[in-house]
């Protein structure tokens, strides 16, 4: 019945709507626009470097050659993957540990609450920077959850406190009574109904993921050269940005985008869920 | 000479909604005007209007003159020397209306040198006085006190104290009791009432509670959906209602002296400010109703008498002098089959033997130690038979949450048993334990905060039956909704988009989801509107009967426990101080505890209301941690005081237990010099019996 309601109320919505087809075209555009333009991204073009957009190279090419459109859509494959998932992971991470530690309280809330600060206190600079040499040729995949694995705690602590709140409301004392297996609370009532923050907090962890690992891809770990991201064309092409404008503005200009769009469904998801607004 | 004069007051806010429209009345010297209406009739913003406290966004037009001066439209500075020293008001919750981080002394002393030129100390010695005249005692040391050191009772005392520190001409009182005890809302209203003595002051009434009107107003102004629609002296209003909502009102009340066969609900819901209807406000709700009704919204005129009534068909009414009763149609209710079997043949469903539940009180932050202990249910028994219902009575913090939260839970409790359905608690294995869950259930007091506010109630009443791994839910459900009277469609929607009465339907059928045979009901009526709460103590009654459902009935509220219940015990700090039958208890009450709290409570009857003579209980409940020794009433005790010296001896020293009284076949009462007096004044149709 839940799902059902919710989903037809996002479709209902509008600025999800919005969101929600910029988010599909931005996939399509990054898987298949490479078979539309007529250059590979491995591709290097030794007759012209760093020229501006034209027919032939729709969006300029890079110091070297490479063309931008291609490069560009090749890098967002990438960052579109690592945001996403870096964010559902973070958040949900952060839901659930947040949640049965302020839920069930005693031992079990304060072992994993040091879990929590010990992660707080680690430097994940520094950690990621040790980790990584080691995964060099591993799937990319342990890297969205380095990622992850640094960006849940604070939202974790939120959720728990906001927890022990909820835990007190009288729905959830009928659905103890009623017989429901505590874990089963949890996800129903209490996940639920912190959603609003969740949401925020996941869509600003998408950009946060990607700038995040532009970052340190910047400094030599994550994606490593040759391939790309949006994250480090963004770090190289601002260097150049105001003589060479489209070496930054392409990159930049679809993480907005895509961020944004991310934005509008999670605002649209979060109306959906709850039922005080009037869409 | 009127202090108050409201001249078609309009108030309405962004967006169109309208919430006062056309409020006109006066008040006079001395004199109690009192505003009924329930919630969203536009009552509490009538009284903002006019002390200049509404937001900035609401458009404020028609005239507020006080000895004369128009208020609207003067600016903040003038204002401000109006409120507090000509006006003063009085809010519902005492405990937001001071400041936590200043003493009450220096508030109530702010207070005075906000508006008289008073040297410091003298301000303080003032509010000493005025301490002592809201009749809170050591009135010097207690002006020390921060506010969250006072109970509640004696906040509100406080916040009297406040309002009348610069002689007002006015007192706007704004539901001045409705968060406190009976017996603390009986001492409240004496001190209002000595407040209004001293100040000679015009008191302008604002409340639901139509007993408190009867006892205190001299006039009533009747509001529905920001309008006033019936005003007059308060016993014509009362003994003849001339506007179908206020005779509906009246008759939807639960008495508590005596028999009056189902409560009379008004159907329906008060309009949306936004959508009000075209004619007549009540018309969708009114029995009464004829084609004319919706042609245009009928004038409040005069009908004589000082009487004022906005109804096309008042006149018909006072020729045919018709009540609620004759009008609203009165709903049939099946008797139950249970009852025609005697009390002792049936079995029990629930047993309670002597139990306790004890919190540890704990100081320390790192090395925790004990240091006390709180008593909050300190021994207690009873039994419910099948088709039974008893109701569980007493003041805030005498133990009645924390005896349901006890049963609920299914576990063993510190010292005694719990028997569900003859299964003591203690012994359940985790299949019998899920098992019993379904036999036993609860509706919550706050329909708002026991519904999942993110769940679409068809998955809200779903949840118990998909928990218990039942079939067919969608069929089940639609039935639910049909046995507590909402419509199937409903399902799909959230709880925010129902009525509070709607809401704690939504609340029962949950709880009926399993078929359990025992429900327990944590006040569950006490957050709704008068017309609404008559129709859900009637659908308990149905459901109680058509199902054989038992109740466990926890309430502050005596005259819905007299309607609903069959036997009733009353609870005093965590012990059982008197139980019985309902009609043994209230009518020949032998604990002083039960007739202190029985004469307490307001009736709906302004002539009775003014004769009754009230037991006044001194103070407030003593703290569970540190509970007196022997009888735990003797501190307050009206009749320990009258005793002699060896007399009381004996209620220091030893507990009182509960005990058979007299000949009576089911009363029990908890107290060493148990003696019946009558303190309610039996009603005639209970007279005619």
């Known amino acids: ?279 | 000479m009127s202090i108050l004069e409201v001249r078609d007051l309009n108030v309405t806010f962004p967006g169109g909604i309208e919430a006062v429209r056309g409020v006109s009345y006066e008040v006079s010297r001395g004199e109690v005007l009192g505003i009924v209406g329930e919630s969203g009739s536009g009552k509490s913003v009538t009284s903002l209007a006019i002390m200049g406290l509404l937001p900035p966004n609401a458009v404020v037009s028609g005239s507020v003159k006080l000895h004369g001066k128009e208020l609207l439209g003067l600016d903040e500075g003038k204002l401000t020397e109006v409120r507090g020293k000509s006006i003063s008001m009085i809010f519902q919750d005492p405990l937001s209306a001071f400041t936590p981080v200043y003493t009450i002394g220096d508030q109530v002393a702010e207070a005075v040198r906000v508006h008289q030129k008073l040297p410091k100390d003298k301000a303080a010695k003032r509010a000493v006085e005025l301490l002592d005249l809201v009749g809170i005692p050591h009135p010097d040391a207690r002006a020390k006190s921060f506010p969250h050191e006072f109970s509640g009772g004696m906040r509100q005392r406080a916040m009297i104290a406040m309002a009348i520190a610069n002689d007002p001409d006015l007192l706007i009182c704004d539901e001045p009791t409705t968060a406190l005890d009976v017996t603390i809302q009986a001492q409240v209203l004496e001190v209002l009432k000595t407040a209004q003595r001293e100040t000679g002051a015009g008191i302008v009434m604002i409340t639901h509670d139509l007993g408190v009107i009867a006892g205190m107003a001299d006039r009533v102004l009747v509001m529905y959906a920001g309008r006033p629609v019936e005003q007059g002296r308060v016993d014509d209003i009362y003994s003849r209602p001339r506007m179908p909502y206020t005779m509906g009102l009246l008759a939807s009340i639960p008495r508590i002296d005596g028999e009056q066969g189902p409560l009379v609900p008004i159907e329906g819901n008060p309009p949306s400010p936004v959508e009000l209807p075209p004619g007549c406000p009540f018309a969708p709700r009114c029995p009464m109703k004829v084609d004319a009704c919706d042609d245009e919204e009928p004038p409040l005129v005069e009908i004589g008498g000082g009487r004022q009534v906005a109804c096309i068909r008042s006149r018909e009414i006072e020729h045919k002098n018709l009540t609620g009763t004759d009008v609203f149609p009165v709903p049939v209710i099946p008797p139950s089959d249970a009852v025609r079997v005697p009390r002792e043949q049936r079995p029990t469903v629930l047993e309670l033997d002597d139990v306790i539940r004890h919190y540890p009180l704990m100081k320390g932050a790192v090395f925790k130690r004990r240091v006390g202990t709180v008593h909050a249910v300190d021994g207690i028994s009873f039994d419910i038979a099948q088709g039974e219902t008893l109701a569980l009575v007493g003041e805030s913090g005498c133990g009645k949450t924390t005896t349901l939260q006890q049963i609920m839970q299914l576990r063993a409790p510190e010292r005694g048993r719990v028997v569900v359905l003859g299964r003591d608690s203690a012994t359940l294995n985790k299949a019998a334990h899920k098992e019993l869950r379904s036999e036993l259930q609860i509706v919550f007091q706050d329909p708002m905060a026991a519904l999942d506010p993110r769940m679409p109630v068809g998955d809200i009443i779903a949840e118990p039956l998909r928990a218990h791994g039942r079939k067919d839910v969608a069929v089940r459900v639609d039935e639910l909704l049909r046995l507590v009277g909402l419509a199937p469609e409903h399902a799909a929607r959230y709880p925010q988009h129902f009525s509070g009465g709607q809401r704690q339907r939504i609340g029962i059928a949950r709880a009926l989801a399993l078929d359990p045979k025992v429900l327990v009901l944590d006040e569950p009526v006490s957050a709704l509107d008068v017309s609404i709460q008559a129709g859900v103590i009637n659908l308990l009654e149905r459901l109680k009967n058509t199902l054989g459902l038992s109740y466990l009935f926890v309430a502050h509220d005596l005259a819905v426990v007299r309607h609903l219940a069959d036997r009733v015990a009353v609870m005093y700090l965590g012990k059982i101080t008197e139980i019985g039958a309902v009609e043994d208890v209230y009518d020949r009450p032998a604990h002083p505890y039960t007739q202190a709290l029985l004469s307490a409570i307001p009736l709906p009857d302004p002539a009775l209301e003014r004769t009754r003579k009230r037991i006044l209980l001194d103070g407030d409940l003593p703290s569970p941690a540190d509970p007196p020794s022997g009888c735990r009433f003797r501190t307050r005790c009206p009749k320990f005081a009258r005793l002699s010296q060896a007399e009381q001896r004996r209620c220091v020293d030893e507990e009182p237990l509960v005990a058979r009284h007299a000949n009576a076949m089911d009363h029990g009462v908890a107290c060493h010099y148990a003696e019946e007096i009558e303190v309610i004044t039996a009603s005639e149709d209970q007279e005619e019996q």
């Open chain 1, 1 to 279: 019945m839940r799902s059902k309601v919710v989903f037809a109320r996002l479709l209902r919505n509008r600025q999800a709507r919005y969101g929600a087809i910029a988010l599909v075209l931005l996939v399509a555009l990054a898987y298949i626009g490479p078979y539309i333009g007529p250059y590979d991204w491995t591709d290097k073009d030794f007759l012209s470097f760093l020229s501006p957009p034209s027919a032939d190279h729709w969006w300029g090419t890079t110091t070297i050659g490479q063309d931008m459109y291609a490069v560009t859509l090749r890098g967002m494959q990438k960052s579109i993957i690592i945001g996403l998932l870096v964010a559902l992971l973070a958040t949900g991470l952060a839901a659930l540990v947040g949640a049965f530690a302020g839920y069930f309280g005693g031992w079990v809330d304060k072992v994993l609450m040091w879990g929590v600060d010990l992660l707080l206190v680690l430097p994940s600079f520094l950690i990621i920077a040790i980790v990584s040499p080691r995964l060099k040729g591993a799937s990319w995949l342990w890297f969205v959850a380095l990622l992850a694995a640094f960006t849940w705690m604070i939202t974790s602590r939120v959720v728990r406190s906001m927890t022990l709140s909820l835990r007190e409301r009288e729905y959830v004392l009928a659905a103890v009574y009623m017989g429901i297996p505590r874990w089963k609370i949890i996800l129903r009532h209490i996940v639920p109904n912190l959603s609003s923050l969740l949401i925020i907090d996941a869509t600003l962890n998408v950009s946060a993921a990607v700038i995040g690992e532009a970052a340190l891809s910047f400094f030599g770990f994550g994606i490593q050269p040759p391939d790309v991201s949006l994250g480090t064309l963004i770090a190289e092409g601002s260097r150049n940005a105001t003589g060479y404008p489209w070496l930054f503005a392409f990159p930049a200009g679809l993480l907005v985008v895509l961020v944004l769009s991310v934005n509008l469904l999670g605002d649209g998801l979060r109306d959906a869920l709850d039922p005080g607004s009037n869409s």
